[in-house]
T-cell receptor, first 114, second 112 residues
Framework: GAGVSQTPSNKVTEKGKYVELRCDPI?????LYWYRQSLGQGPEFLIY????????DSGLPNDRFFAVRPEGSVSTLKIQRTERGDSAVYLC????????????FGPGTRLTVL | ELKVEQNPLFLSMQEGKNYTIYCNYS?????LYWYRQDPGKSLESLFV?????AVKQEGRLMASLDTKARLSTLHITAAVHDLSATYFC????????????FGKGTHLIIQP
């Protein structure tokens, strides 16, 4: 079956611009997670959705970052006023259970802020 | 704050050898995950360890979990070149977050 998909695969933007990153989870998975991975590091948790609601957004670094999942399926991570330090690979994962279940990762979006 | 430490962070070994990667974590958790990441690729789930004493094996890889020692190991038996990758352990929970907390990864190179 289809895995987690993310678009775009690559995004290059200029400092100060707004970007949206999209995640399409595995069908039927109720839990959805966003992570950020910098070069040479492990993924860092950003936000977790259970259904339509953000159950835990404690990993979002500041108020420039926001994510939605309006219908409980596709999610969009939004970054305002991008900074060079936001450059990273943004990974999305989904899980068929509540938090603590096995997570299946998408291919990621590589964001480069010039 | 949950901390996850892996060692070694870098490992170069020859085919046919055995080695173990260690993963220590700082707070109580019963769930630990091992992932593999190839260069430029996403994370592939290898093992899910859900209880103290859990042991799982797949091919030349075997993972175990000791929740009392807060330690997991990933053992490689008779390594082959195709196992070259970065291996991450991850623990759920930590500071109220429901996402996983990852180690920095072990970059494994297996020389033919």
């Amino acid at each position: 079956g289809a895995g987690v998909s993310q678009t775009p695969s690559n995004k290059v933007t200029e400092k100060g611009k707004y970007v949206e990153l999209r995640c399409d989870p595995i069908s039927g998975h109720t839990a959805l997670y966003w992570y950020r991975q910098s070069l040479g590091q492990g993924p860092e948790f950003l936000i977790y959705f259970q259904g339509t609601g953000a159950a835990d957004d404690s990993g979002l670094p500041n108020d420039r970052f926001f994510a939605v999942r309006p219908e409980g399926s596709v999610s969009t991570l939004k970054i305002q006023r991008t900074e060079r330090g936001d450059s990273a690979v943004y990974l999305c994962a989904s899980s068929p259970w509540d938090a603590g279940g096995e997570q299946f990762f998408g291919p990621g979006t590589r964001l480069t802020v010039l | 704050e949950l901390k996850v430490e892996q060692n070694p962070l870098f490992l170069s070994m020859q085919e046919g050898k055995n080695y173990t990667i260690y993963c220590n974590y700082s707070t109580t958790s019963d769930r630990l995950y091992w992932y593999r990441q190839d260069p430029g690729k996403s994370l592939e789930s290898l093992f899910v360890l859900l209880s103290n004493g859990a042991v799982k094996q797949e091919g030349r890889l075997m993972a175990s979990l000791d929740t009392k020692a807060r330690l997991s190991t990933l053992h490689i038996t008779a390594a082959v070149h195709d196992l070259s990758a970065t291996y991450f352990c991850a623990v759920d929970g930590g500071g109220g977050a429901d996402g996983l907390t990852f180690g920095k990864g072990t970059h494994l190179i297996i020389q033919p």
